[in-house]
């Protein structure tokens, strides 16, 4: 079955450490994204990629890095430069247009320790 | 930049009552969507509206969006409890832009 599967499921991280997480999709889709969930703050955007070798910020980037060298892969680094990483992640993929929905998988809780 | 409100952000129903989560944008939407994501779990697609006025349903979910295309809203008819999780919506201004999600409205069906 085709899907987007995140890795791993729980992480934990020390202060002053980089950590990154997995995203990868079966579907065959072009634009992948991160978000962060937060309690009571729904999803907010971190990083966006409509193509390979391409991404844009979104609206909270700072403290991230993300990279896509291949389609299936859009991991998200942790730097330490993020001030409160402790947080649910979020990676999902979509064809491109507006047309389709989101596929979500099915998340990263990163606690910082 | 684009803003998203839902309201309520919360309701707490007994089974069988009917259950409206209203979503508003600052901007005109070229589309919005619906998610729903059970407790642990993360969020599923559920539908898309693109027309002014357009109204889709899904068995007991029905879904409209206003004739302006700034507002939207979900009503669920006799509410289950396996309609128990937090539903956003979720709009775009254009084809190729990004969603910019609602903060939720967190369902709680009592038996």
């Known amino acids: 079955d085709g899907g987007i599967t995140q890795s791993p499921k729980y992480l934990f991280r020390k202060e002053g450490q980089n950590v990154t997480l997995s995203c990868e999709q079966n579907l065959n889709h072009d634009a992948m994204y991160w978000y962060r969930q937060d309690p009571g703050q729904g999803l907010r955007l971190i990083y966006y990629?409509?193509?390979?070798?391409?991404?844009q910020k979104g609206d909270i980037a700072e403290g991230y890095s993300v990279s896509r060298e291949k389609k299936e892969s859009f991991p998200l680094t942790v730097t330490s430069a993020q001030k409160n990483p402790t947080a649910f992640y979020l990676c999902a993929s979509s064809k491109q247009g507006r047309d389709y929905g989101y596929t979500f998988g099915s998340g990263t809780r990163l606690t910082v320790v | 930049g684009q803003q998203v409100m839902q309201i309520p952000q919360y309701q707490h129903v007994q089974e069988g009552e009917d259950f409206t989560t209203y979503c508003n944008s600052s901007?005109?939407?070229?589309?919005i969507q619906w998610y729903k994501q059970r407790p642990g779990g993360h969020p599923v697609f559920l539908i898309q509206l693109v027309k002014s006025g357009e109204v889709k349903k899904q068995k007991r979910l029905t879904f409209q969006f206003g004739e302006a295309k700034k507002n939207s809203s979900l009503h669920i008819t006799a509410t289950q409890t396996t309609d128990v999780g937090t539903y956003f919506c979720a709009g775009s201004n254009s084809g190729y832009s990004t969603l910019t999600f609602g903060k939720g409205t967190m369902l709680l069906v009592s038996p």
């Open positions: 990629s409509q193509i390979v070798n391409d991404f």
């Open positions: 901007t005109t939407l070229s589309n």
